[in-house]
């Protein structure tokens, strides 16, 4: 049985070797931070009941083990070079992180573990070390690492704005044998997706169908709108997260990328509401919208949520849904002001356009890698500008599929404290499969599939969901655009040169995790110093 080193930002195939590799292990790290560390197993014989003792050094806690799960991956993600990918498809490839008190090994097939260590942020700068054993029996692989914690501290306070969409439907459900939406399992479900979210430093929650934040109901003939739902958001939010912002409902929807906006409109028939889809310019949804939304600013406000809550009109307007957006979003404007749009944008024009209509921009990246003094004209008005991705950017853009080299995710962050965006959204933190763990390529339509892992970057457990190794650099990617910001206060010409040396431009990044260590170094040193 051999066990050897291997840096968390390399995929690990099951055909890897030692061949003369580490180890000894060290990590920069700085106080209040999440770092992961990752080893690889092989045996040359079956093995069961594999044990995993990973021990810290005071006051270093012990660092929590994972085993890392292959997912198949049936082709690789369209437009892109073999330079660009982690590996070739069809094959296995490493994802899902696998809470299990023992390893199984199969002959000759790589194993690797990941390890996850928080660095409390009362550490006293050093070097500590720590051990990993492996033991089988008399089989044993014994593994040193080091944590170098620098002087720098992660700030508790997060000026980066995420938002993972997560959905709570059939397709979520089922997973966790969960009863009708609002039921207690349900909210418990919730709960447990939220608490996840946020330990990935997530601090926007999505709140898509008017029904999650309210009820409709009729009363004397009149349309009566309860937001106890909302509320529950809040309180629940509110023993979870120092410091969050919703964003929600969406105001209209659609059944394709090109079909007509609706608005989800809840007529009074009698004693109940018959919600129907209604086009835009029908007579009867202004007054539903202005009703709808003075009344949910009003109870934002009696929240304490006044500046914290996003609306959406509709997701990716363009051609001829633009009118009907137009008319919904001059409609929210004037009944409730105080609630910014924001809106993703899959367009590289129209921009006057959503300067009149639209607060708070989200362009996929790679839409407007020409134009981005657009964006930093905006930026300097003092306007927010976030970014997303999506099934696209591919190519030489970075994104967060199974199938890209992990740095690809990470760099993600480091583009939004380059180019001074301050969120990011995505639409699938757990849009599942039937079988997530066998099928990540689901159908799109037109007999195309979603590249690997678009619609989700969490696996459904026995408990509760589990994290990817995706979803883990995601969270240090985040961490490090934090640590810019922090530096940018006290050097912010610091910052902007190693910003720009990781990303130069959208195509342009370190692609070789020795590289992007040393210049992560350089930002530690500059900041602790």
Not at 104 to 132: D, F, I, M, N
Not at 170 to 180: K, N, P, S
Not at 351 to 369: A, C, N, S
Request: glycine fraction near 8%.
């Amino acid at each position: 049985m051999k066990a050897w080193w291997v840096d968390s930002l390399d995929h690990v195939f099951p055909n890897a070797q030692p061949d003369d590799a580490p180890t000894e292990w060290r990590i920069a790290a700085a106080r209040n931070e999440v770092v992961s560390l990752q080893l690889v197993v092989v045996s040359e014989a079956p093995r069961r009941g594999v044990v995993v003792d990973a021990r810290g050094h005071a006051p270093l806690p012990a660092p929590r083990w994972r085993a890392v799960g292959y997912v198949p991956v049936k082709k690789n993600t369209a437009e892109t070079p073999p330079e660009e990918l982690a590996g070739t498809a069809p094959g296995l490839f490493p994802d899902p992180l696998l809470d299990l008190g023992s390893l199984s090994l199969e002959p000759g097939r790589a194993q690797p573990v990941w390890l996850t260590l928080h660095v409390p942020p009362e550490t006293k700068p050093g070097s500590y070390r720590g051990t990993v054993v492996i033991a089988d029996g008399d089989a044993t692989a014994e593994l040193g690492y080091t944590v170098e914690v620098a002087a720098a501290t992660l700030p508790e306070e997060r000026s980066l704005k995420v938002t993972n969409w997560f959905w709570a439907d059939e397709r979520v459900t089922e997973h966790f044998g969960v009863d009708a939406p609002y039921s207690g399992s349900w909210w418990r479900m919730i709960e447990g997706f939220l608490k996840n979210q946020w330990a990935h430093r997530q601090n926007v929650f999505w709140l898509r169908p008017y029904e999650w934040a309210c009820r409709f109901t009729a009363y004397n003939g009149q349309l009566k709108i309860d937001f106890s739902r909302f509320d529950r958001w809040c309180q629940m939010l509110r023993g979870i997260a120092a410091d969050f912002w919703l964003e929600g409902p969406f105001l209209t929807m659609r059944d394709g990328y090109d079909a007509t906006f609706e608005v989800p409109v809840p007529v009074v028939v009698g004693n109940r509401v018959d919600v129907r889809r209604l086009r835009c310019d029908d007579p009867r949804v202004e007054p539903f919208v202005r009703q709808f939304l003075r009344e949910y600013a009003t109870h934002v406000k009696e929240q304490g949520m006044a500046g914290r809550v996003f609306i959406h009109i509709g997701d990716e307007p363009h051609g001829s849904q633009m009118e009907g957006y137009a008319r919904i979003a001059s409609i929210a404007h004037r009944c409730a002001p105080e609630l910014p749009i924001i809106e993703a944008l899959d367009v590289s024009k129209d921009y006057e356009f959503f300067d009149e209509h639209t607060d708070i921009w989200v362009p996929l990246l790679g839409r407007y890698d020409a134009h981005t003094d657009v964006i930093s004209a905006r930026r300097a008005a003092g306007k927010e500008v976030w970014h997303y991705t999506c099934l696209f950017p591919r190519g030489r853009h970075p994104n967060r599929f199974v199938d890209y080299p992990l740095l690809k995710t990470r760099v993600l962050h480091w583009m939004n404290y380059r180019w001074d965006l301050s969120g990011y959204l995505h639409w699938g933190w757990n849009a599942w499969t039937p079988d997530p763990f066998s099928d990540l390529e689901p159908e799109w339509g037109g007999g195309s599939t979603l590249p690997a892992g678009d619609a989700f970057i969490v696996y459904p457990g026995a408990t509760g969901v589990l994290d990817s190794i995706r979803y883990e650099q995601m969270l240090e990617g985040i961490q490090d655009y934090e640590l810019l910001k922090a530096l940018s206060e006290q050097k912010p010409k610091a910052a902007q040169a190693i910003a720009e040396e990781v990303a130069p431009s959208f195509t342009d990044y370190m692609r070789e995790p020795a590289r992007f260590r040393a210049a992560r170094a350089r930002l530690l040193k500059a900041l602790g110093g």
